[in-house]
């Protein structure tokens, strides 16, 4: 069984390999929620996400233990995979790592820079997991299981010892689940060194399965998962990481695709900090009152990593942008004649409505003849100036759609 003795072992083996990282007061988010928060930044680890703790203790259990050198496998589309890679090469041991064919180059190139072989299969993580397991097998590797094993666990537990060394009278922890390995070997130190500290569970509502388990206190698996919270991605619900969950965690709250872009945007904007989707699900819930705790009350969240696609970044600030309406596209009819497009600029200029992007469209078979079309993207000042904008086009007589 997984206990804090475990969790303090492993914490001996990281030490000096994986990178202390910072707990830090959060003075925005604590005018804003009510609460004294502090943000565990596990996005600056030396691979860019917490998992690097569980993947570098199992693999140097393994050698302490002589079980084998021969080898490991993984599955992972991410985080565990660059944990595992950088683990085996430290201790110069092979690894292979298998991600599915729907893995953006950049993840592959950053396992690969650790010098662990990549194989592509399967069109999502159950595939390319089930092939791991058979490969792993014929090769007689150990398998890495990013998280129903003890001492990954255990070195995911160590993130819990430093917060609480950090800052020793923290009311609650908030904690993103999506396999359970993290919120495991952290409730499990946290309810050990201080049992009144609320454990706090945050998952996305694209991957219910652990929350759907947690409510009715069976595992409960899905069909699919749909998030931008890849890191916490997980169809099905594995046995050993609710048993720990069930007994320790004391909430469970989920967060949708909105909120989690906004926090994202939110972290980038206004802390400083980049962070993956994964990483971004404690401060979504914080920021949209999904946490019920008593006002003035200590809260850490961490914010599990920072490996974010720069494409789905792009898309989440321009989402972010449209639903803050600090941006705005319109579809514009106007006569196709000299002066009208700029009488349609004029007002964009009266206003001070910044045009970032124009199209002229004259051919398009929805319009009538003599018209054309006019797509426009804007910067704008908030919500009361979008509505100055919709009111001047009005008032000039100008047909238009928002395209959202």
Known sequence: MLDLNKIKKAYERVLGVVHRTPFA????????SGYEVYLKKENLQRTGAFKLR????????????????????????????????????????????????????????????????????????????????????????TFVHPFTDEEVMAGQGTVTLEMFEDVDDLDALVIPVGGGGLISGMSVASKALKPACKVIAISSAGAPAMKKSFDAKTAIDTTSVRTIADGIAVRDTASETLAYI?????????????????????????????????????????????????????????????????????????????????????????????GALQAFTDILTEVGANIVQIGYDRTSTDLEFGDAHVSVSLETKG?????????????GGFSFKEEH
């Open 25 to 32: 007061y959060a003075p925005i988010l604590s005018e804003l």
């Open 54 to 141: 569980g993947a570098f203790n199992k693999i140097a259990s393994l050698v302490a233990s002589s079980e084998d050198k021969r080898g490991v496998v993984a599955a992972s589309a991410g985080n565990h995979a660059q944990g595992v890679a950088f683990s085996a090469k430290h201790f110069g041991i092979d690894a292979t790592i298998v991600m599915p064919e729907s893995t953006p180059l950049t993840k592959i190139q950053g396992v690969k820079e650790f010098g662990a072989n990549v194989i592509l299969h399967g069109s999502n993580y159950d595939e390319a997991y089930a092939y791991a397991v058979t490969f792993g097998k014929e090769k007689n590797f």
């Open 246 to 338: 069930l007994e320790n965690v004391d909430s469970f709250e989920t967060v949708c695709e909105d909120e989690i872009a906004a926090a994202i945007l939110f972290l980038l904007e206004r802390q400083k900090v980049l962070v993956e989707g994964a990483g971004a699900v404690g401060v979504a819930a914080l920021l949209h009152n999904k946490i019920n705790l008593p006002k003035g009350s200590k809260i850490g969240i961490v914010l599990s990593g920072g490996n974010i696609d720069v494409t789905m970044l792009s898309l989440i600030i321009e989402k972010g942008l449209m639903k803050s309406a600090r941006k705005m596209k319109l579809l514009v009819t106007l006569m196709d004649k000299p």
């Open 383 to 395: 919500v009361e100036h979008q509505e100055e904008i919709r009111q001047k086009l009005s008032e």
